[in-house]
């Protein structure tokens, strides 16, 4: 029996950042996407998408990837679609613990999803009564 390998590159270590290592991080991806040539290329992509959401994944997405791995690379992420995973995954594990993490979180989602409008809170929903 023989036992299959994936061709790929051995897997980097798995990267552990501290809060603070991922708010350092976090703060060097938003300025990324504010430099003028990446603005730029946000913005093309948007104008190609047209507020259509299967082309905003088509096109927004994969540039808003790409400036994101050209910063996390340098912190050991890997420079792919799975190294942003890793990093989005951990900067969600600690958004509910960090409030500046979340809110930086929110900030770097609004420069490449589109707003979605949510009901209004509290409108018969079917939240937790308070007792």
Do not use: W
Request: glycine share 8%.
């Amino acid at each position: 029996m023989s036992s299959l390998q994936r061709p790929s590159a051995p897997s980097p270590q798995p990267v552990s950042l501290s809060a603070e290592q991922a708010k350092v991080i976090l703060a060097e991806v938003i300025k990324a996407f504010g430099s003028p040539e990446n603005a730029q290329r946000m913005e093309e992509a948007r104008d190609n998408a047209c507020n259509d959401m299967g082309k905003m994944l088509q096109f927004l997405l994969p540039v808003a990837t790409q400036i994101q791995q050209d910063v996390i690379k340098a912190y050991g992420f890997s420079n792919d679609g799975e190294g942003v995973l890793k990093f989005a995954r951990l900067i969600k594990s600690y958004e509910t613990q960090d409030p500046e993490i979340a809110s930086m979180s929110g900030k770097l989602k609004s420069m490449f999803l589109p707003p979605m409008t949510l009901p209004p809170h509290g409108a018969g929903t079917g939240g937790v009564a308070a007792s």
